[in-house]
C-alpha cells in the first residue's frame, strides 16, 4: 500500500509565487479587507485554520517556507497501516513513538500566539461562528481556557484531524498524553535522559506540527518500548497498539468529525480561512463544500494554496501576524475596549522557529 504525503505541485506553486511577487498590500489594505468581509458576514463566518497559524508559537508549518513536505526525500513517521500493525513491522511503530515522545514536549509547552487569541476574540464577540481547526497543537483551545467553559470550547472549537494531548489504543481507551509521555520515559530511561538533557541545553529538536521530529541516520528504534494500554491491563487483555489521537496519512476522519465539519460550512453564511495550504483534502473539500453553495470565502495566506485556481475565492496574500489583531478593533469598535477584548489583544507569544533548517540533534544514546 502507498499514501503519499500531500504536498502542493509545482504547477501551483510557481504561478502563485509570481503572483505573490507581482501582487503587494499593505497591511491597512488587507485589514480593510478583512474587517469588511467579517462585517458583511453579520456574525455567521466560519473558520478554518492550518499550520501557518501556529508558527509564531514556534511550531513550523510543513509546507511553508522550509516546510517538511516541500523536500521530495522527506519520510513521514507513519502512516496509519503501518503503524497499527501488529506485524513484523513494529520497528515503525516504535520508530513513531520514538519520535513522537521526543516531539511532543515543544508542542506540549508552545504557547497561543497574537493571532490566535485575535481569532478567539472574532469567537468570542460573535463575528465569526464555529472555528475548524487543522492543526493538533491545541493552541486555539488554550486560547480560550480561562475565559470558557470546556463545553463551549468543545462546541466552537472543532479540531478536524485531532490532537496530540490524548492517546488512543486499538481497544478504544483514550489516554492522557501526559500520563502516558511518563509511561515511555519509565519504560525507556536512556531515551527519558537524553530529553531531559534536550530540555535543560535548549537543543529543541526540530519539531513539526504533528510533534514528529527526525532523528539522525542509525538511530536503534527496534529497542524502544512502547508500554501497555492501562485500561486494557486492569481488563486483563495486554495491548500495546496505542497511538496519539491524531489522524494520521492513510487514516480516515471520524464519520462524526466529517459531519459535523461539513454542517459548520453549511450552517454559516460565510467561510474565512486562514494560514493553510489545504493541501489535504479534509479541509480543501470544505472550501470547496462553501463555494459550491456560493457562500463568499476569504483565504489569508502569505503563499500558495490549493485553492488558488477555485473562482470566487477573495485572496488576500500577507502574514495573519501582520494584520489580525488590527482587524479584531476595526471589526468591534469601542467593544475592543471592553469585557476580555483588551486581554485577548495584548496576549500571545511571537517565538519564531529556528531558521537553520539543519535537523542536527546530539547523538543519540547508545542503549
Not at 527496534?222 to 486492569?234: I, T, Y
Not at 461539513?262 to 463555494?291: N, W
Request: proline letters at 7%; aromatic letters at 6%.
Amino acid at each position: 500500500m502507498r499514501v503519499s504525503v500531500p504536498s502542493l505541485p509545482d504547477a501551483l506553486l510557481r504561478p502563485a509565487a509570481d503572483a505573490v511577487a507581482n501582487t503587494s498590500i499593505t497591511a491597512a489594505e488587507a485589514t480593510t479587507r478583512i474587517a469588511d468581509f467579517l462585517t458583511r458576514g453579520k456574525g455567521s463566518t466560519a473558520v478554518i485554520t492550518g499550520a501557518g497559524v501556529s508558527v509564531d508559537s514556534g511550531i513550523r508549518a510543513y509546507r511553508g517556507k522550509g516546510g517538511r513536505y516541500l523536500n521530495p526525500n522527506y519520510k513521514c513517521v507513519a502512516i496509519y497501516h503501518e503503524l497499527m500493525e501488529d506485524t513484523a513491522r513494529g520497528v515503525a511503530f516504535r520508530c513513531a513513538w520514538l519520535r513522537s515522545f521526543l516531539g511532543y514536549p515543544p508542542v506540549r509547552d508552545a504557547q497561543p500566539n497574537p493571532t490566535h487569541y485575535a481569532l478567539a476574540a472574532l469567537q468570542h464577540g460573535h463575528v465569526t461562528s464555529d472555528l475548524i481547526t487543522q492543526n493538533v497543537d491545541g493552541l486555539h483551545a488554550k486560547a480560550v481556557e480561562r475565559f470558557w467553559p470546556k463545553s463551549r470550547i468543545e462546541e466552537q472549537i472543532l479540531e478536524l484531524h485531532g490532537t496530540l494531548h490524548s492517546v488512543r489504543c486499538s481497544h478504544g481507551h483514550v489516554i492522557s498524553r501526559e500520563a502516558f509521555q511518563e509511561k515511555l520515559g519509565m519504560a525507556n530511561p536512556g531515551w527519558k535522559e537524553y530529553l531531559k538533557n534536550l530540555e535543560q541545553t535548549g537543543d529543541q529538536p526540530r519539531t513539526n506540527p504533528d510533534g514528529d521530529v527526525v532523528l539522525p541516520e542509525g538511530t536503534r528504534y527496534d529497542e524502544f518500548v512502547v508500554p501497555e494500554c492501562p485500561k486494557c491491563l486492569r481488563d486483563k487483555q495486554h495491548n500495546t497498539m496505542l497511538k496519539p489521537e491524531v489522524v494520521f496519512f492513510g487514516e480516515s476522519i471520524s464519520q462524526g468529525v466529517k459531519e459535523r465539519s461539513f454542517e459548520v460550512i453549511s450552517d454559516s453564511k460565510q467561510l474565512l480561512v486562514v494560514g493553510t495550504t489545504l493541501a489535504t483534502f479534509s479541509a480543501f473539500r470544505l472550501v470547496k463544500q462553501a463555494v459550491e453553495q456560493r457562500k463568499p470565502v476569504l483565504l489569508l495566506n502569505e503563499g500558495a494554496s490549493r485553492a488558488d485556481n477555485l473562482l470566487g475565492i477573495e485572496h488576500v496574500r500577507i502574514l495573519t501576524s501582520a494584520v489580525m489583531r488590527d482587524v479584531v478593533r476595526k471589526v468591534l469598535g469601542v467593544t475592543a475596549e471592553s469585557d476580555i477584548f483588551p486581554e485577548l489583544l495584548n496576549s500571545g507569544i511571537v517565538k519564531l522557529p529556528p531558521e537553520d533548517p539543519d535537523d542536527g540533534l546530539p547523538t543519540p544514546p547508545r542503549l
